[in-house]
C-alpha cells in the first residue's frame, strides 16, 4: 500500500534564508513523485516530478527536490526564499495502480 | 488561454438538489481528473478517465457520476447532495497516466 507523510503541517523561515519541506513516502512500485503548490484561493500547480529519471529534479521558482530511495525521502528545497513563496505545498505519490495520494499538505510562511 | 477551467467558480445549494460541475481542458491531454479538498485541505481523487474511459474510480458515493463527451471535458454531477459533499473540488489533467499536472483554480461547493 502506497502512502505520503508530510512531517510538518507548518514551516517558517526568514525571507533570504533555504526552505526545506519533507515529504516520506511508502510504495510497493517504483513510484511517481509530485510536489505542487496552492497559494490562496488559487487552484493546485505542478512544482515539479520525479518519475524515474534523474534523482535530482529542478522544478519552478528555484525549487527542487532529491529523490532518495534508501531513505524513502522527495523533501523539497529552495536557497533562498521569498515572500511570494508563502502558500501551502503538497506532496504526492502515484505509483503503477494509477493511485494517487495527496500529502496532508505543509503551509509555508515567510517571515519578513 | 486558461489550461483547465471550470464552472462554476462557486456553488451554493439547498441539501437535497442534483447540481454539475464542467471542466475543460485546452491542452490535448488524454487523462482527467477529479478532486475533492476537505476543509483540512486533504485532497483525495475521485476520478480519473483516460480518452474517455474510466481508469479509476476511488470509493465514492455513487451520487456521483462523471461524464466524459470527450477527453477534452470531464464534468462532475452530483444528486441528492448532502451536507458532507460541501468542499472545494479540483479538475485536474494530464498527458498521461503519471499523475495529474494541471489543476483548474476550484469549485467551492456550499451545501445548505
Known amino acids: 500500500a502506497q502512502s505520503v507523510t508530510q512531517l510538518d503541517s507548518h514551516v517558517s523561515v526568514s525571507e533570504g534564508t533555504p526552505v526545506l519541506l519533507r515529504c516520506n513516502y511508502s510504495?510497493?512500485?517504483?513510484?511517481?513523485l509530485f510536489w505542487y503548490v496552492q497559494h490562496p484561493n488559487k487552484g493546485l500547480q505542478l512544482l515539479l516530478k520525479?518519475?524515474?529519471?534523474?534523482?535530482l529534479v529542478k522544478g519552478i521558482n528555484g525549487f527542487e527536490a532529491e529523490f532518495k530511495k534508501s531513505e524513502t525521502s522527495f523533501h523539497l528545497t529552495k536557497p533562498s526564499a521569498h515572500m511570494s513563496d508563502a502558500a501551502e505545498y503538497f506532496c504526492?505519490?502515484?505509483?503503477?495502480?494509477?493511485?494517487?495520494?495527496f500529502g496532508k499538505g505543509t503551509r509555508l510562511h515567510i517571515l519578513p | 488561454d486558461t489550461a483547465v477551467s471550470q464552472t462554476p467558480k462557486y456553488l451554493v445549494t439547498q441539501m437535497g438538489n442534483d447540481k454539475s460541475i464542467k471542466c475543460e481542458q485546452n491542452?490535448?491531454?488524454?487523462?482527467m481528473y477529479w478532486y475533492k479538498q476537505d476543509s483540512k485541505k486533504f485532497l483525495k481523487i475521485m476520478f480519473s478517465?483516460?480518452?474517455?474511459?474510466?481508469?479509476i474510480n476511488e470509493t465514492v458515493p455513487n451520487r456521483f457520476s462523471p461524464k466524459s463527451p470527450d477527453k477534452a471535458h470531464l464534468n462532475l454531477h452530483i444528486n441528492s447532495l448532502e451536507l458532507g459533499d460541501s468542499a472545494v473540488y479540483f479538475c485536474?489533467?494530464?498527458?498521461?497516466?503519471?499523475?495529474?499536472?494541471?489543476f483548474g483554480a476550484g469549485t467551492r461547493l456550499s451545501v445548505l
Open positions: 485536474a489533467s494530464s498527458p498521461g497516466l503519471a499523475g495529474a499536472e494541471y
Open positions: 510504495s510497493s512500485y517504483s513510484p511517481s
Open positions: 520525479y518519475t524515474s529519471a534523474a534523482t
Open positions: 504526492v505519490v502515484s505509483d503503477r495502480d494509477d493511485k494517487i495520494i
Open positions: 491542452l490535448g491531454h488524454d487523462t
Open positions: 478517465y483516460n480518452n474517455k474511459e474510466l481508469i
